[in-house]
Each structure stands twice: as C-alpha cells, then as structure tokens.
C-alpha cells in the first residue's frame, strides 16, 4: 500500500501510520516547511521507521509528479488552531479572522493537490485542530461541490468505536453535506479541539501486490531513502 501523509511533521502521525503498514508498503511524509522536515527525518529515524520517503515539496508539485500514485492520503492541514488555545498562548495572540480565511484557502489548495494524488477507489482523512467551520464542515462540503467523483464517507467505517460529535448543520457555509458522517472531538470530550472527515475516490482500488513485494517504481523510492538516511 501507498501512503501520503501531506503535512506530516513533526511525525506522530507519519509514525503511527508506519506502525499500521507493518513496515511492508510505502510511506511518503511531506513537511512544506524545511526545519520542520528535518524534525520530520529525525523523529522517523529514530522510531526505526524503514519504509518512509520524506519530502520537503510543496503538494502542487508532488500531485504533478504522481498523479493517483497512493492508495491511502492523510492532510491534516494547516489550520488556525483555535483547539490549542487553552495550550498555547501564541495560538491565541496570533488568532483573527483573516488567519482563518487564509488557513482556509490554504487547506482547500492541499486538499485539491492530494485528490489529484489519490488513485481511483483511494481514501483520504482531512483533519484539523479548529474549530472554525470555514475550515471543517464548510471546507468539505466545498470540495465536495468541486469534486463530484469523491464522496464522504462515515469517518468511523466498520469500526465498532465512537467518539466525539457529529458536525454540524450550520458549519456548512450553506452547501449540502451529511453532517452525521464527519466528527468534531470538543475539549470537554477529551481532546483539545478536532475535525476529522473521510473521504473516498470514486474508482475500483489497484490490486495490493503480496506483503513484502515492491514495483520497481517503490524500489526506487525506498532506495533513494535508504541512501539519504546514510547521508545524515
């Protein structure tokens, strides 16, 4: 299986998703941002992670190079981090209207960039730590309208388990979404502040090649990690 995991630094999430492929697959983690790349390297490396490519791209250039390469896309995406207000002072001191509008536009460019990564029948979680509905219920259902061939998918899928709310009904900016699918985690249900929605590629999945197999292509990726990890 192909991972892309779009803002993935400084690495807890990249690490848990290389903790479910079990170390067969490819991961690809991508930070924007050089120095947090860098953490991005680092922290891999030492959770042992052998199956990881990082990146430092931007994900306009990455969906130009790959285009419906990965089979699984995380983007939990810059956001205006109004959940880690009651953590971070700065959060806070740096908080308007305008950073949402930005933080906003910014994800729904990502968002776009990474449907054009993912191959038919393909999955992609978006996520934030925000509460703001420009940026949760709004941004989906807006990418909905601009991408007919996905559809939202309950975030819980099969899995007896549950958490958090349902979004809501009001977010949506005024555009359809089924609220019921996606989740909000509130501080007062044991986490500081998430949205978290699923979304599918319309399509038939690629046939997965047997554990420990690559295609050529994945070699290469792998190879070109392994040399930059003798590098460091």
């Not at 996520?127 to 559809?151: I, K, M, N, W, Y």
């Not at 690559?214 to 990726?221: P, Q, R």
Request: some cysteine.
């Amino acid at each position: 299986m192909r991972v892309l995991d779009t803002c993935a630094a400084p690495g807890g999430k990249s690490s848990q998703l290389a903790a479910a492929l079990g170390g067969q697959g490819l991961l690809v983690s991508n930070e924007f941002v050089a120095a947090r790349a860098e953490v991005l390297r680092s922290n891999l490396e030492r959770m042992g992670v052998p199956n990881a490519v990082v990146l430092n791209e931007d994900t306009g250039r990455i969906a130009a190079a790959l285009p419906e390469f990965f089979d699984r896309v995380l983007v939990d995406a810059p956001c205006s981090g109004e959940g880690m207000f009651r953590k971070e002072a700065v959060a806070v001191t740096q908080h308007c209207e305008a950073l949402v509008k930005q933080c906003a536009a910014l994800g729904a460019q990502i968002l776009d960039n990474a449907a054009a990564c993912l191959a038919p029948g393909g999955e992609m979680i978006y996520s934030t730590c925000t509460f703001a509905p420009e940026e949760d219920e709004g941004q989906v259902a807006a990418f909905l309208q601009r991408h007919p061939e996905f559809t939202l998918a309950d975030v819980f899928g099969n899995v007896d388990y549950s958490f958090g709310s349902p979004g809501e009904a009001n977010r949506t900016g005024g555009l359809p979404l089924d609220v019921s699918k996606v989740r909000r985690i509130w501080p007062c249900q044991g986490g500081e502040g998430h949205f978290i929605a699923r979304l599918v590629k319309a399509g038939t999945p690629r046939a997965l090649p047997a554990p420990g197999t690559y295609t050529a292509e994945e070699e290469l990726w792998l190879a070109a990690a392994a040399e930059q990890s003798k590098k460091q």
